[in-house]
């Protein structure tokens, strides 16, 4: 979302109106600045994100989960609950778990991953005339 929007609106609704926190870089700042609440919240969202992707490795079985954008920002607070949920969602021996990993592409890493896996099944071959 351009120009600052809220982000996040579930995190931002259950900090309420704490100390001028209007979008989820305030919250991932406090956060690393050791705020409780704030740590808290991203431990929770970590929680909820990690049991909707654990449903997800069920079915699609993946490798790794690549976390960006805003909340990625803040790393290990939000990473480690994810991993937990998912230990505990992913059916299996424990082993079939996927890495979970802060993404590094930034803004429109997506669109080069897909455009990256279309080039790969097509397989477009560089040429020289």
């Not at 690393?32 to 991203?42: K, T």
């Not at 802060?102 to 477009?124: P, S």
């Amino acid at each position: 979302m351009p120009g600052g929007d809220r982000r996040g609106p579930a995190i931002l609704e259950k900090l309420g109106d704490a100390g001028g926190i209007t979008k989820i870089s305030d919250v991932v700042v406090r956060a690393m600045a050791n705020d409780g609440d704030c740590i808290r919240a991203l431990a929770e969202a970590g929680r909820h994100i990690g049991l909707a992707a654990g449903n997800l490795c069920n079915l699609f079985d993946p490798e790794r989960i690549v976390v960006g954008g805003d909340l990625a920002r803040a790393g290990e607070l939000l990473l480690g609950p994810i991993r937990v949920a998912m230990e505990q969602t992913v059916v299996g021996d424990g082993t079939v778990v996927p890495d979970v990993v802060q993404g590094q592409l930034g803004i429109g890493a997506a669109a080069r991953g897909a455009a990256v896996r279309v080039i790969d099944e097509m397989n477009v071959r560089e040429t020289t005339l």
